[in-house]
């Protein structure tokens, strides 16, 4: 069983950076592909970043791209999220997860944390 836990939310005002970690155990972390989803009050979760087992490929939410980097430290099972130039609307709970796959869906992944406030105010 993998377990996954968040840290580095918080609130920032507009422009601001947030560097989120996520750090796994319980499972082999390179062979896990990770993923960041995000959801903000009244909406569905949705796909912010993924990286895959090695690092070699990642993916973004269109929304995202070129504020945020996903990053792995397979060394360390560690994987974490670079947001710049943050957004009210980026306002969220953050997810961490894990799975089999390379995925920009919810079902692709088998393992969850408890997720982590990132509130960006105007």
């Known amino acids: 069983q993998v377990q996954l836990v968040e840290s580095g939310g918080g609130l920032v005002q507009a422009g601001g950076s947030l560097r989120l970690s996520c750090a796994a155990s319980?499972?082999?972390?390179?062979?896990?592909?990770m993923g960041w989803f995000r959801q903000a009050p009244g909406k569905e979760r949705e796909f912010v970043a993924a990286?895959?087992?090695?690092?070699?490929?990642?993916a973004y939410l269109d929304s995202v791209k070129g504020r945020f980097t996903i990053s792995r430290d397979n060394a360390n099972n560690t994987v974490y999220l670079q947001m710049n130039s943050l957004k009210p609307e980026d306002t969220a709970v953050y997810y961490c997860?894990?799975?089999?796959?390379?995925?920009?869906?919810?079902?692709?992944?088998?393992?969850w944390g408890q997720g982590t406030q990132v509130t960006v105010s105007s």
């Open positions: 997860a894990a799975g089999f796959s390379f995925s920009r869906s919810t079902q692709g992944y088998a393992y």
């Open positions: 319980g499972g082999t972390f390179s062979h896990l592909a």
């Open positions: 990286i895959s087992q090695g690092g070699g490929a990642s």
